[in-house]
């Protein structure tokens, strides 16, 4: 069933827009899974392995400002421990992987590490505290914003930053009002096209 995604965002499809110099973006965890890990296509879709790394390379030919947030450091590394999981076993869990098999654990941590570096020489980290304060707001967040929890604490990094523009295929960013979303997601490309929301530069 398709998502009925109401957009409220600024929607901008990555696969016709040229990054410029000026361009500030916060990359989510989604993007930097495909640009630098190098077994992504396994678990994803060809457009996410092609479109997202291709548009970041052009980012940074144009020296656009690229930024990402230390709590993409979890949701990377989990993903890669998923797909390398995958990878060695389909019918091992998740628990037995890490820790009965030491040798595959290494191969992991060796390809969090290497994805993270790369993540680190090419973007500035936009830090965020996680306090009571910052909790507070991501809760008040989710009563009116059809988002994760993980998004709610990047969209705070992103207001902390005052970053505006966020690449991801993550189709529930473009229910936030007040940013614009660069994406290859069909879906929320559709639907940006259809409310009127789709941003051609």
Same mark, same amino acid.
């Given at each position: 069933?398709?998502?009925?995604?109401?957009?409220?965002?600024?929607?901008?499809?990555?696969?016709?827009? $040229?990054?410029?110099?000026?361009?500030?973006?916060?990359?989510?965890?989604?993007?930097?899974?495909?640009?630098?890990?190098?077994?992504?296509?396994?678990?994803?879709?060809?457009?996410?392995?092609?479109?997202?790394? $291709?548009?970041?390379?052009?980012?940074? $030919?144009?020296?656009?400002?690229?930024?990402?947030?230390?709590?993409?450091?979890?949701?990377?590394?989990?993903? /890669?421990?998923?797909?390398?999981?995958?990878?060695?076993?389909?019918? /091992? @869990?998740? @628990?037995?992987?890490?820790?009965?098999?030491?040798?595959?654990?290494? @191969?992991?941590?060796?390809?969090?590490?290497?994805?993270?570096?790369?993540?680190?020489? /090419?973007?500035?980290?936009?830090?965020?505290?996680?306090?009571?304060?910052?909790?507070?707001?991501?809760?008040?967040?989710?009563?009116?914003?059809?988002?994760?929890?993980?998004?709610?604490?990047?969209?705070?990094?992103?207001?902390?930053?005052?970053?505006?523009?966020? /690449?991801?295929?993550?189709?529930?960013?473009?229910?936030?009002?007040?940013?614009?979303?660069?994406?290859?997601?069909?879906?929320?490309? $559709?639907?940006?096209?259809?409310?009127? @929301?789709?941003?051609?530069?």
């Amino acid at each position: 069933m398709a998502v009925n995604y109401t957009v409220q965002a600024e929607v901008v499809d990555i696969r016709s827009d $040229s990054p410029q110099k000026d361009d500030i973006f916060l990359v989510d965890t989604n993007v930097w899974y495909w640009y630098t890990y190098t077994s992504a296509s396994v678990s994803s879709r060809r457009y996410q392995t092609h479109e997202y790394p $291709s548009y970041l390379a052009k980012a940074i $030919s144009v020296d656009s400002s690229l930024l990402y947030c230390g709590l993409s450091l979890a949701e990377l590394a989990h993903n /890669i421990e998923q797909t390398e999981r995958k990878i060695f076993d389909t019918d /091992i @869990k998740t @628990k037995e992987y890490r820790h009965n098999y030491p040798r595959e654990r290494m @191969k992991v941590v060796a390809e969090v590490e290497t994805a993270w570096e790369q993540v680190k020489s /090419i973007a500035a980290c936009t830090e965020i505290l996680i306090d009571e304060t910052k909790t507070n707001t991501a809760l008040i967040r989710f009563q009116t914003q059809l988002l994760d929890g993980y998004d709610l604490l990047i969209l705070e990094a992103m207001d902390k930053a005052g970053v505006k523009q966020i /690449i991801t295929d993550d189709g529930d960013y473009v229910t936030v009002s007040g940013i614009r979303v660069f994406t290859a997601n069909g879906g929320a490309i $559709s639907a940006a096209r259809n409310q009127g @929301k789709l941003l051609i530069r």
